[in-house]
């Protein structure tokens, strides 16, 4: 059995209907509940004779704390469209929340609400209804939802600005083409591109500079899917049109889509010229001052007064005649105990001072004697204990050695002249008297040839002088000319030949001819006969030879005299040096043979000698040979 429309009861669906329903009065700014039904009521934990007569906004006040949502001005605003247009008007998820009953408490909602007019048969707005849909578990899925795609945005931004902002070269090349897909701002300036240039371009097309060394290890990263890294690359790249010669660390990683394949290459890169750069100039600093330390055969230390330990270089273990690193008590045991005082005494200056500075004496366990100097810096922290000290030492053997030879060589010079000078100044007193008194007397003459044998003496001395400064200030000239060997020894040796006491012997080749100062070489033969007679006393020979020895003249004077120990030979031809020092036997200023050497040597010849202690000596020096 049908039901016919009449027989509807539109009161009853009004009352059941599921969706929510308020018949409101268009009593603005009042609106009375005119009527409302059950899903209503649910919806809003209502009842429904609490509400009818009353104002929906006497029903339904705005919560306090919800300042944002303006839901009451929203609603008069939704009710008045409804009423002036006379069309429904729909508010979409809007927050209205419902007091909970009996609490002055609100429960948080979300609604989308129709206002629809109802009107009479003249077309007048009598009432209209109101009815929310409750959307607060849609709407706050919907608000999660959007919550996690903003935060993904968010995210996806944040790693693009991070990409883009990298102080490290980042480059997204595809695995087929290698058509570069992205490229932040530091690989740009790495490779000293534009981005136009760059981006959508085949690699090598836009780096072409970088292609030869590259694209074989870029293909295989490709191809293994293995990663690859490189350290301190040297690449020259074209930057601004110019080559420049860089030096990077970068990686080429395989980078994989969602299903896991390989198809682009991540390549990270940085520019780390300066560091390499800022690296080798260190090295070639440091590189360079050990070379200086080397070359000065300096010893250097640094000690660690805390843990007692010191840290040697093999030459500062050598200067103290160790093979090998040693404690610091070994090597303060090899100084002299007498210099031991000076040590502590330049220690205790150095809180004032931040410096060590003293010569000391090594004695080894050859018992030979070593001088060296040692220099520190001493570094200290408030107190006057040191924590560091950083130092070298110099083995100055040889410098003391010349200064005691220079000292000696003063006293030396000193008596040589004293010698003659007294005995002419005697020669003088004696003639003064002479002369007053007895003006013909016949030992006149003999005064005077002594004084004037003895002022010749002082001649040759302050000559043999200048001629060492001469030799220093390097203005030793020499005049050269072609003359025969033979003939210039026999010529110089006639002083010789007049005392008697050395027969003199020629032989060799007495035609050879040379090239040379003739004055400035019969100088050097004089020099060598005198010491064959100073030296050989006893013996009464003095053996001359001339030969040619390649393209030179070998002259060699030899004499049977005593001989010269050889740990004496290579010191002899040194300025002030005298085998015995003291010049207790022998006078003489040391200066012969050194002046001798010059000469020979400024000639471009050789000079030297060979001696048998006891048996004699042979000097010899060669000379270039007439030219041709
Ligand atoms: P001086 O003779 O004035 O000391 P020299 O330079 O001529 O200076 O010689 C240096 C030293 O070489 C001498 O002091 C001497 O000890 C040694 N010497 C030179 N010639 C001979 C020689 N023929 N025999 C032995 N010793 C010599």
């Given at each position: 059995?049908?039901?016919?429309?009449?027989?509807?009861?539109y009161?009853?669906?009004?009352?059941?209907?599921?969706?929510a329903?308020?018949?409101i009065?268009?009593?603005a700014?009042?609106?009375?509940?005119?009527?409302a039904?059950?899903a209503?009521?649910?919806a809003?934990?209502?009842?429904?004779?609490d509400?009818?007569?009353?104002?929906?906004?006497?029903?339904f006040?705005?919560?306090?704390?919800?300042?944002?949502?303006?839901n009451?001005?929203?609603?008069?605003?939704?009710?008045?469209?409804?009423?002036?247009?006379?069309?429904?008007h729909t508010?979409?998820?809007?927050?209205?929340d419902?007091?909970?009953?009996?609490?002055?408490e609100?429960?948080?909602?979300?609604?989308?609400?129709?206002n629809t007019?109802?009107?009479?048969a003249?077309g007048?707005?009598?009432y209209?209804?109101?009815?929310?849909?409750?959307v607060?578990?849609?709407?706050?899925?919907n608000?999660?939802?959007q919550a996690g795609?903003d935060?993904?945005?968010?995210?996806?931004q944040?790693l693009?600005?991070?990409?883009?902002?990298?102080p490290?070269g980042?480059?997204i090349?595809s695995?087929g083409?290698?058509?570069?897909?992205m490229?932040?701002?530091s690989?740009l300036e790495l490779?000293?591109?534009?981005?136009a240039?760059l981006?959508?371009?085949?690699?090598?097309?836009?780096?072409p500079e970088?292609?030869?060394?590259?694209?074989?290890v870029l293909n295989?990263?490709?191809?293994?899917?293995?990663a690859f890294?490189a350290?301190?690359h040297?690449v020259t790249?074209?930057r601004?049109g110019?080559p420049?010669r860089?030096?990077?660390?970068f990686?080429?990683e395989?980078i994989s889509?969602v299903?896991?394949?390989n198809?682009?290459?991540?390549?990270?890169?940085i520019?780390?010229?300066?560091?390499?750069?800022?690296?080798?100039r260190?090295?070639?600093?440091?590189?360079?001052?050990?070379?200086a330390?080397d070359?000065?055969?300096i010893g250097?230390?640094?000690?660690d007064?805390a843990?007692?330990n010191?840290?040697?270089?093999?030459?500062?273990?050598?200067?103290?005649?160790?093979?090998?690193?040693?404690?610091?008590?070994e090597f303060?045991?090899?100084?002299?105990?007498?210099?031991?005082a000076?040590?502590?005494a330049?220690?205790?200056?150095?809180p004032?001072?931040?410096?060590?500075?003293?010569?000391?004496r090594?004695?080894?366990?050859?018992?030979?004697l070593?001088w060296?100097?040692?220099?520190?810096?001493?570094y200290?922290?408030g107190?006057?204990?040191?924590?560091?000290?950083?130092?070298?030492?110099?083995?100055?053997?040889?410098f003391?050695?010349?200064?005691?030879q220079?000292?000696?060589?003063?006293s030396?010079?000193?008596?040589?002249?004293?010698?003659p000078?007294t005995?002419?100044k005697?020669?003088?007193?004696?003639?003064?008297?002479?002369?007053?008194?007895?003006?013909s007397?016949?030992?006149?003459?003999?005064?005077?040839d002594?004084a004037n044998?003895?002022?010749?003496k002082?001649?040759?001395?302050?000559?043999?002088?200048?001629?060492v400064s001469k030799?220093?200030?390097?203005?030793l000239?020499?005049?050269?000319?072609?003359?025969?060997?033979?003939?210039m020894v026999?010529?110089?040796c006639?002083?010789?030949?007049?005392?008697?006491t050395?027969?003199?012997?020629?032989?060799?080749d007495?035609?050879?001819?040379?090239h040379?100062?003739k004055?400035?070489?019969d100088?050097v033969v004089?020099?060598?006969?005198?010491?064959a007679?100073?030296?050989?006393?006893?013996?009464?020979k003095?053996?001359?030879?001339?030969?040619?020895?390649?393209?030179?003249?070998?002259?060699?004077?030899q004499?049977?005299?005593?001989?010269?120990?050889p740990?004496k030979?290579?010191?002899?031809?040194?300025r002030?040096?005298?085998v015995?020092?003291?010049?207790?036997q022998?006078?003489g200023?040391?200066?012969?043979?050194?002046?001798?050497?010059?000469?020979?040597e400024?000639?471009?010849?050789?000079?030297?000698?060979?001696s048998?202690?006891?048996?004699g000596?042979?000097f010899?020096?060669?000379?270039?040979?007439?030219s041709?």
């Amino acid at each position: 059995m049908s039901t016919s429309t009449s027989e509807i009861g539109y009161q009853d669906i009004f009352k059941c209907s599921p969706a929510a329903i308020l018949i409101i009065d268009i009593d603005a700014p009042y609106y009375t509940i005119l009527d409302a039904n059950d899903a209503y009521c649910n919806a809003t934990n209502t009842q429904r004779c609490d509400m009818i007569g009353t104002s929906v906004f006497g029903s339904f006040p705005a919560n306090p704390t919800d300042e944002v949502s303006h839901n009451i001005e929203m609603t008069h605003f939704s009710f008045q469209q409804a009423i002036q247009t006379k069309q429904s008007h729909t508010m979409y998820n809007y927050r209205y929340d419902i007091p909970i009953r009996g609490t002055n408490e609100f429960e948080e909602r979300y609604w989308t609400t129709t206002n629809t007019p109802i009107l009479d048969a003249d077309g007048q707005v009598r009432y209209f209804i109101h009815s929310p849909a409750n959307v607060t578990e849609l709407y706050k899925l919907n608000q999660k939802e959007q919550a996690g795609i903003d935060a993904l945005k968010n995210q996806r931004q944040q790693l693009y600005s991070s990409f883009m902002q990298a102080p490290l070269g980042i480059c997204i090349i595809s695995g087929g083409d290698l058509v570069v897909q992205m490229a932040n701002d530091s690989y740009l300036e790495l490779v000293g591109k534009s981005r136009a240039e760059l981006e959508q371009q085949g690699i090598w097309d836009a780096v072409p500079e970088a292609a030869e060394a590259y694209a074989p290890v870029l293909n295989k990263v490709i191809e293994t899917g293995e990663a690859f890294f490189a350290k301190e690359h040297e690449v020259t790249m074209i930057r601004k049109g110019r080559p420049e010669r860089i030096f990077m660390d970068f990686v080429y990683e395989p980078i994989s889509d969602v299903a896991g394949v390989n198809n682009a290459v991540m390549v990270i890169a940085i520019d780390v010229t300066d560091k390499v750069v800022a690296r080798r100039r260190i090295e070639e600093a440091e590189e360079r001052a050990r070379l200086a330390i080397d070359a000065a055969e300096i010893g250097t230390f640094d000690f660690d007064p805390a843990n007692d330990n010191i840290v040697t270089s093999d030459r500062f273990n050598a200067i103290f005649g160790f093979d090998g690193p040693r404690s610091r008590d070994e090597f303060r045991e090899r100084m002299h105990k007498d210099d031991l005082a000076l040590r502590q005494a330049a220690h205790a200056r150095a809180p004032e001072t931040g410096k060590i500075f003293y010569e000391t004496r090594l004695i080894w366990p050859d018992e030979s004697l070593h001088w060296i100097r040692v220099q520190a810096d001493v570094y200290f922290n408030g107190t006057d204990k040191p924590y560091r000290m950083l130092g070298t030492v110099l083995d100055i053997t040889e410098f003391k050695r010349l200064q005691q030879q220079k000292d000696d060589f003063i006293s030396v010079a000193s008596h040589e002249l004293k010698t003659p000078m007294t005995s002419v100044k005697a020669s003088m007193q004696l003639l003064e008297r002479l002369v007053k008194t007895q003006p013909s007397s016949d030992k006149i003459p003999l005064f005077l040839d002594k004084a004037n044998t003895n002022l010749t003496k002082m001649q040759h001395l302050v000559d043999a002088l200048l001629n060492v400064s001469k030799i220093a200030a390097g203005q030793l000239a020499l005049h050269k000319t072609d003359f025969v060997a033979a003939e210039m020894v026999n010529e110089c040796c006639d002083h010789v030949r007049l005392m008697g006491t050395h027969e003199l012997i020629l032989s060799g080749d007495t035609q050879l001819q040379v090239h040379a100062d003739k004055e400035r070489i019969d100088q050097v033969v004089v020099n060598l006969v005198n010491n064959a007679v100073k030296y050989a006393p006893d013996s009464n020979k003095i053996l001359f030879h001339i030969a040619q020895t390649g393209n030179m003249a070998k002259i060699s004077v030899q004499d049977f005299g005593r001989g010269i120990p050889p740990e004496k030979l290579p010191h002899l031809f040194e300025r002030y040096y005298r085998v015995d020092a003291s010049g207790v036997q022998f006078s003489g200023l040391g200066l012969g043979l050194y002046i001798s050497a010059e000469i020979i040597e400024r000639h471009g010849g050789k000079i030297g000698v060979d001696s048998v202690v006891g048996e004699g000596s042979t000097f010899w020096f060669t000379l270039p040979l007439k030219s041709n």
